[in-house]
């Protein structure tokens, strides 16, 4: 079956960096694009970012473009996401989902690890 | 930018029917829906505006008007009771949002 494990979450201060991992297993990583959403405290989903399937193609919610860095090493079937210069506004669970077979859809999500922003 | 409206909250008594809708000035081809528990991940129940993942049940339908795409549960259950949100992809699957969010609150 379908799983997705995220790590690399924690407590960070303003303006430091923070890179999670997402692990993928059950199926044919290297077939699938993948996504991070975030969802703040108590607040409703936010896309942040998508890479291809061969990782040559990134594309970014604007809130983070130009910090954060997706990438992709489907020799290991692992995810990333390189955070920089991290704003309390970016404190959020944040999960990896697979994209969906042939649509735009989420179909398998990890159970997300929470980022903390904070002095 | 772009954005998808949906009522903030959804009250049901069992038995009945719940629909949530979801609407945007440029919604696309097609929409998605998502079940978010407390402390869970969410899980998509609609995709491609109409059509059940396996192991949904038969009671989570969608559907299109216009540019509105509306998520029907019928009848409701107990378990039921959770976050929904709407979701679609943008600018040639560059670009993708989520719905404000829908609270169904089983009475």
């Known amino acids: 079956q379908v799983q997705l494990v995220e790590s690399g979450g924690g407590v960070v201060q303003p303006g430091r960096s923070l890179r999670l991992s997402c692990a993928a297993s059950g199926f044919t990583f290297s077939n699938f694009g993948m996504h991070w959403v975030r969802q703040a405290p108590g607040k409703g989903l936010e896309w942040v970012t998508v890479i291809s399937y061969d990782g040559n193609n990134q594309y970014y919610a604007d809130s983070v473009k130009g910090r954060f860095t997706i990438s992709r090493d489907n020799s290991k079937n692992t995810l990333y996401l390189q955070m920089n210069n991290l704003r309390a506004e970016d404190t959020a669970v944040y999960y990896c989902a697979k994209q969906g077979y042939g649509d735009l859809s989420f179909d398998y999500w990890g159970q997300g690890t929470l980022v903390t922003v904070s002095s | 930018s772009y954005e998808l409206t949906q009522p903030p909250s959804v009250s049901v008594s069992p038995g009945q029917t719940a629909r949530i809708t979801c609407s945007g000035d440029?919604?696309?081809?097609?929409a998605y829906w998502y079940q978010q528990k407390p402390g869970q991940a969410p899980v998509l129940v609609i995709y491609?505006?109409?059509e059940r993942p396996s192991g949904i049940p038969e009671r989570f339908s969608g559907s299109r008007s216009g540019p509105t795409v509306t998520l029907t549960i019928s009848p409701v259950q107990a378990e039921d009771e959770a976050d929904y949100y709407c979701?679609?992809?943008?600018?040639?699957?560059?670009?993708?949002?989520f719905g404000t969010g829908t609270k169904v609150t089983v009475l």
């Open positions: 979701q679609s992809g943008y600018r040639s699957a560059t670009f993708y949002v």
């Open positions: 440029a919604l696309p081809k097609y």
């Open positions: 491609k505006d109409n």
